[in-house]
């Protein structure tokens, strides 16, 4: 007999690969340059040139054991020294290779460090808008994701429902800064009263929280905004990184957890994600783009280009009357719909070839996400299709 639990996930597929797909079958029907999909975050500039170069360079100097043999199993040691290097250079830490495991991009990071740190019958908190994988990463471990209702003026935390809501039964909260959907970065004032209340909390019920930091979109920032680094905050800290986004290399599926050297336990937790492993089949990423990687840590792609696209978007969304939040980075923007039901809003934006994304999943009902990771000139020629949308429906 199949697994019941997973054969019920059929029937809960995610929205955004079902617009993803529709966006692709009506691409073959009048080509996809006439179909303004925004409903996918797959990073749309290229990789840059040094890491193009650093690959070939690998295959041209290396031999196929070295570039497609089994790595370790927490990750290349000398890959995960750069890496340490790097963010102690940069946020002022003091991380050693052993406080650094290779995973397959962020997702592999979150369902690992749930692990770590959860029991079964736990509790996570996390806050809305929050991106829908979250649910799988979390409860198929056992652990329980609870939501904080989102802070729809900024899109900070809203202290007062998230204190009622962190129990005893609390074991960790997971954050994404930037955020998807939002585009909101949180704030050095919201991370440290977020850091004096775990602390706070951690001392009235006499148990570690953690704090799991999904990053995958640190890099992308704008204009004058400053992106503080989590880890400095609070002890109790993981962070989860992606090079998907960065260096635009979702397809290679490569990241790392970074454990805070000052929380509990922190020399173990990476062995213990090596044991997780074990179980869940993940036996750590590729050899070649580890390697490839190490050699381009502190560069990134144009994103140059998602900044100019949401300045397109946003400008436009607002002149329409729209209520929208300027995002502070990442590559999406997140506007709430003109109507109460934001699933018929972008239903009937699918008439106009115009493929956005309700966000009830992302737990802020009312509101739609729309993925800016496309070209600026295809931004440019879906301008005039959204006017019209808005003004002949709305």
């Keep these: 007999m199949v697994s019941t639990k997973y054969k019920n996930m059929l029937s809960g597929k995610s929205i955004i690969r079902e617009l993803a797909e529709f966006a692709a079958v009506?691409?073959?029907?009048?080509?996809?340059?006439?179909?303004f999909d925004y409903s996918l975050g797959n990073p749309s500039v290229p990789t840059p040139a040094k890491l193009t170069e650093t690959m070939i360079n690998l295959l041209k100097t290396k031999s196929s054991k070295e570039l497609h043999g089994y790595s370790p199993s927490l990750g290349?040691?000398?890959?995960?020294?750069?890496?340490?290097?790097?963010?102690?250079?940069?946020?002022?830490?003091?991380?050693?290779?052993?406080?650094?495991?290779?995973?397959?991009?962020?997702?592999?990071?979150?369902?690992?460090?749930?692990?770590?740190?959860?029991?079964?019958?736990?509790?996570?908190?996390?806050?809305?808008?929050?991106?829908?994988?979250?649910?799988?990463?979390?409860n198929l471990t056992g652990a329980n994701l609870k939501v904080v209702p989102p802070n729809t003026n900024d899109f900070q935390i809203d202290f007062e429902q998230f204190e009622e809501m962190l129990t005893d039964k609390v074991m960790a909260v997971l954050i994404n800064s930037p955020n998807n959907p939002s585009g909101a970065a949180y704030s050095s004032a919201t991370l440290q009263k977020l850091a004096d209340l775990l602390y706070a909390k951690q001392k009235e019920y006499g148990h570690d929280i953690f704090l799991i930091s999904d990053e995958p979109y640190r890099e992308i920032i704008f204009g004058n905004v400053q992106m503080p680094y989590i880890s400095s905050f609070y002890d109790n800290t993981i962070s989860c990184y992606s090079y998907s986004k960065s260096l635009s290399l979702p397809g290679e599926r490569i990241g790392y957890i970074a454990?805070?050297?000052?929380?509990?336990?922190?020399?173990?937790?990476?062995?213990?994600?090596?044991?997780?492993?074990?179980?869940t089949g993940h036996n750590c990423?590729?050899?070649?783009?580890?390697?490839?990687?190490?050699?381009?840590?502190?560069?990134?792609?144009?994103?140059?280009?998602?900044?100019?696209?949401?300045?397109?978007?946003?400008?436009?969304?607002?002149?329409?009357?729209?209520t929208c939040t300027k995002p502070d980075g990442t590559f999406y923007i997140f506007p709430k719909a003109p109507i109460e039901d934001a699933n018929a809003f972008c239903r009937k934006a699918m008439e106009y070839d115009l493929i956005i994304v309700p966000a009830d999943s992302f737990g802020c009902p009312g509101y739609f996400r729309m993925a800016y990771c496309i070209d600026t000139e295809k931004v440019e020629r879906s301008l005039p299709i959204i006017r019209r949308f808005i003004k002949e429906n709305y």
């Design 259 to 279: 454990v805070n050297p000052a929380c509990t336990d922190a020399d173990l937790i990476v062995p213990m994600c090596g044991q997780i492993s074990r179980g």
């Design 26 to 35: 009506r691409g073959q029907e009048i080509g996809y340059e006439n179909v």
């Design 76 to 138: 290349i040691p000398h890959v995960k020294e750069k890496i340490a290097l790097s963010l102690n250079e940069r946020f002022g830490m003091n991380y050693r290779a052993e406080h650094i495991f290779m995973t397959t991009g962020a997702a592999g990071a979150i369902s690992h460090a749930v692990r770590c740190i959860t029991v079964p019958g736990d509790e996570i908190l996390t806050f809305a808008p929050f991106f829908p994988e979250y649910m799988p990463y979390v």
């Design 285 to 322: 990423p590729p050899t070649i783009i580890q390697l490839a990687i190490a050699e381009v840590l502190d560069i990134q792609s144009d994103m140059t280009i998602y900044e100019a696209n949401m300045n397109l978007l946003y400008n436009e969304l607002v002149s329409l009357g729209l």
